[in-house]
Nanobody
């Protein structure tokens, strides 16, 4: 019923850019704060970025500040992660997560692979 589907991952060279998308079905993202997580090889999952439901506020991990931008388009029921100046250490599976504002619902996407090579 509820599904978050990530897309936009792939293989890029160091310094390149990717734009990840997370499209929701079964819920309206206008009632959810959104987060992007990532999990690199042999590492624990970490929070990369978060954004409020109205796109009024966002936060980033220190490792991606100035390079990544999280945004949302509630009319399209989609959240984005623009990734610039990519580094090999950004290589990971990136996951979208929705957290309910008026409910306690929480949902994960299945992830999309991002690989950054030299």
């Amino acid at each position: 019923q509820v599904q978050l589907v990530e897309s936009g991952g792939g293989l890029v060279q160091t310094g390149g850019s990717l734009r990840l998308s997370c499209a929701a079905s079964g819920i309206s993202l206008s009632n959810y704060s959104m987060r992007w997580y990532r999990q690199g090889p042999g590492k624990e999952r970490e929070l990369v970025a978060s954004v409020s439901r109205t796109d009024a506020d966002s936060n980033y991990a220190d490792s991606v500040k100035g390079r990544f931008t999280i945004s949302r388009d509630n009319a399209k029921n989609t959240v984005y992660l623009q990734m610039n100046s990519l580094k090999p250490e950004d290589t990971a599976v990136y996951y979208c997560r929705a957290l309910g504002i008026f409910t306690n619902g929480a949902y994960w996407g299945q992830g999309t692979q991002v690989t950054v090579s030299s």
